[in-house]
Structure formats: structure tokens, C-alpha cells
DNA sequence: AATCTGGACAACCGCCTGGGT
DNA sequence: TACCCAGGCGGTTGTCCAGAT
């Protein structure tokens, strides 16, 4: 859609702006199949007219498996306006803190209101501060002063997450803690704050090759205390008829020939599907893979078997009309939005953070 | 109903950093 | 040590869309 600024290098032939649908299936066909060791011989090798950085960021900011998606939620928000606070413009350390949130997704909601919404508390922490006196502030001017701001504002609302609270926290910390919403963070007082983030790996790490099945349950380290932590992750129930259509291992993918758009596909290993409309399900999605990957032979129509889009459609909040249109699409509004509360729930924080 | 406006967000660019040679 | 390359990061931009006028 000629997004963006001019090109910074000579990509002519190269495909710019928004993303297909077809190109998201390639992609991410690729990458479970091969994960993603080397992103600038990445879309050459799928098949896909981008140039390496595209992909990363369409991957790492869209089409990523483990990806919350949805609004942010207000302990989300609190927990950004505080690092950012602590950290600045540190969207990736900030994005690290956020299990399922991007950089990009980050910066994009600082910009559009999380920056107004600090705003009035930046005056209103001014005012007070004039008052005081100025009284030991010290920060004054730095973008600790929002940290310490948006602290004390959200301490009748957030109170309760305390050192359990799935947004991040844990990498979060405060040298004048002096509301409730900070008591959990004490441990964390003489912790240089910034060592620890660098050492803070992604929260959502890329998968790399081969790549970890989605609908397992993972773990991630953080950084709690300068220690480097595992944190138990939930099961992300994506539905497993997705995901399991692509992951080449656990059902009917394609064998790893498929994958290459250079190599004839013969057909599928052994579905070890359930039933028969699942296995036919698995079909075609293969199919519809196959063909856009230009692995499909005869030119045959690309449409479903109302039987299939009826029983996709039962696992889809879109229905068949959707799935008829855009398999890709229905992917994005069926796993993700299906994983997005089992990642926010914090019915068992231990086992989620810290 | 048509037009305008501003928010939201995906995508791009350019720079920086770290690893390899 | 210097250079090259790939990956990563932060800033910026263009487009879409919903709400306001």
C-alpha cells in the first residue's frame, strides 16, 4: 500500500506494504517447518518477494503463535507507563517485561494514549511536588518522574496483582516505593534496573528451529532480583486443528519437501486424525497451503467441501463464509484470540510468574 | 448523507550493535 | 584491528476507520 518512506536500499521487485493473506500463509508455513535461523535468506527460500526485515517484523509482530492479542489490559497499561517511566523509550525492554506484547504494539499504545493519559499526572505530580517543596524528588525531569506518578495514581486500582501480576512486573521496580502497589518490588531495591533488563531475554521469544509446538505449554526466563528465572507459561489452547494443519509433526502436514516451494509435493504422511471430516479438514487446509505455495498440482478449485467449512466453521468464530474467504484470516481470529485469555488468566499466579 | 477529523496500527527506514572473519 | 553482515531497535509515516460535524 506504499506505507512508509521510500525504500532505504534497492529492493526493486520486492513486495511492499501490507501483507497477503497468501504471503502470511508462506511465511508461516516456512518457519514452523524451518524456524527462522537466518531472516535474510528467509523469504528467498519461502518463496516470498520481502526482504528479510519484513519478514522478521511481520512475524515477530503479527504472525508469531504466541501473540496476545486484543486491548491492553489496565495492569498492562500500568506496568508500561511505570517502565517506561523507569526505562524510557526502551520499547524491546519494556516489550520483554509484557509476555505477548510487541515492541511495536508498545510504542504504538504509548504514542497513541497511554502518553496522554500520563500527561495530566505528570502536572498533577508537578503541582504536588511544587508544594513539597521539591522535597528529595531528585528525579525531576528524568522519566522517573512518570514512573513514580502513574505508581502512586494506580494504587487504589491495582493494588491487589501485588508481586504476582502477569503483566511484568517482575522486571519492574522503584527506588521510592511508597505506595502499596510497589511493597513487592522492595526485593528488587538494590538491583541496578537497567543491568537487569538487558539481560531480560525476549518475553516472547521467536521460535527458532525446529519450532516448539504452540499448543505446549512453555516457559520463559525472566529476570526477577538480577536472577534469571523459569517461568511456567499456561497451555495456550490454540485449537489444535489449526495449528496442528501446519505444524508439520503431530498431523497431516506436508513432509518437509512440501515446504519447499522448489520441490514437488507428493502428498501427506499419515493424519492421525480422529475422524474423517477432520481428516478431510487437514485436507484441505493442505491443500490450500499447497496450492498457494504452488505446490499443488492440478488446478483444481480451491473451494472447500460445505462439509468442511461447516466442520471448520464449528471451530471457528467466523464461520464458513470467513473460512471460505480467507483461511489465513480465520487462523488469526480463531488461535490467537482462543489463547489470548489462557495467557491473561492468573487463575494460579505462581505458576505464571514468579 | 456527505465530509471532516483524529485515533489506531501496520509497516517502513535508518541507525546501532554484536558476532564472525 | 578493521571490515562486513545480519539482526535488532526506535522513530516515523501512510492508510484505514470510526466518530463527529
Same mark, same amino acid.
Given at each position: 500500500m506504499g506505507r512508509g518512506r521510500a525504500p532505504c536500499c534497492a529492493k526493486v521487485g520486492l513486495n511492499r506494504g501490507s501483507w497477503t493473506p497468501q504471503e502470511d500463509m508462506r511465511l508461516i508455513a516456512y518457519i514452523q517447518k524451518h524456524g527462522h535461523t537466518n531472516w535474510r535468506a528467509l523469504p528467498k527460500q519461502a518463496g516470498l518477494l520481502r526482504c528479510g526485515k519484513s519478514c522478521r517484523l511481520r512475524w515477530i509482530n503479527y504472525l508469531r503463535p504466541d501473540l496476545k492479542r486484543g486491548n491492553f489490559t489496565a495492569e498492562e497499561e500500568e506496568t508500561i507507563i511505570r517502565l517506561h517511566g523507569l526505562l524510557g523509550n526502551k520499547w524491546s525492554k519494556i516489550?520483554?517485561?509484557?509476555?505477548?506484547?510487541?515492541?511495536?504494539?508498545? &510504542?504504538? /499504545?504509548?504514542?497513541?494514549?497511554? &502518553? &496522554? &493519559? /500520563?500527561?495530566?499526572?505528570?502536572?498533577?505530580?508537578?503541582?504536588?511536588?511544587?508544594?513539597?517543596?521539591? $522535597?528529595?524528588?531528585?528525579?525531576?525531569? +528524568?522519566?522517573?518522574? $512518570?514512573?513514580?506518578?502513574?505508581?502512586?495514581?494506580? +494504587?487504589? +486500582?491495582?493494588?491487589?496483582?501485588?508481586g504476582n501480576d502477569n503483566s511484568g512486573d517482575q522486571c519492574g521496580t522503584s527506588r521510592e516505593p511508597d505506595d502499596a502497589i510497589d511493597v513487592y518490588l522492595l526485593r528488587l531495591e538494590d538491583i541496578d534496573v537497567s543491568d537487569m533488563l538487558v539481560d531480560a531475554p525476549p518475553a516472547a521469544q521467536p521460535c527458532q528451529a525446529p519450532m516448539l509446538s504452540p499448543c505446549s505449554s512453555s516457559s520463559l526466563t525472566t529476570c526477577v532480583g538480577g536472577v534469571e528465572e523459569l517461568i511456567e507459561l499456561p497451555v495456550i489452547e490454540i485449537e489444535p486443528e489449526i495449528w496442528s494443519l501446519i505444524h508439520g509433526e503431530s498431523a497431516g502436514a506436508p513432509d518437509a519437501s512440501c515446504v519447499d516451494a522448489t520441490a514437488p509435493c507428493t502428498g501427506t504422511t499419515a493424519v492421525s486424525s480422529t475422524s474423517e471430516a477432520e481428516e478431510a479438514a487437514n485436507d484441505w487446509w493442505l491443500e490450500n497451503l499447497e496450492k498457494e505455495l504452488g505446490l499443488w498440482g492440478p488446478a483444481e478449485d480451491t473451494q472447500a467441501h460445505p462439509d468442511l467449512l461447516d466442520h471448520i466453521a464449528s471451530f471457528s468464530p467466523l464461520g464458513a463464509l470467513e473460512l471460505e474467504r480467507d483461511p489465513v484470516s480465520t487462523y488469526f481470529q480463531t488461535a490467537p484470540a482462543v489463547a489470548e485469555p489462557e495467557l491473561l488468566v492468573v487463575d494460579e499466579p505462581s505458576a505464571v510468574l514468579l
Open positions: 516489550a520483554a517485561c509484557l509476555p505477548g506484547r510487541t515492541d511495536n504494539e508498545i &510504542k504504538n /499504545v504509548w504514542n497513541t494514549h497511554l &502518553k &496522554k &493519559k /500520563v500527561a495530566p499526572r505528570e502536572k498533577q505530580k508537578a503541582g504536588a511536588a511544587d508544594k513539597n517543596d521539591g $522535597a528529595a524528588s531528585g528525579d525531576a525531569g +528524568t522519566p522517573a518522574t $512518570a514512573a513514580s506518578s502513574s505508581a502512586s495514581s494506580s +494504587t487504589t +486500582t491495582h493494588n491487589s496483582s501485588g
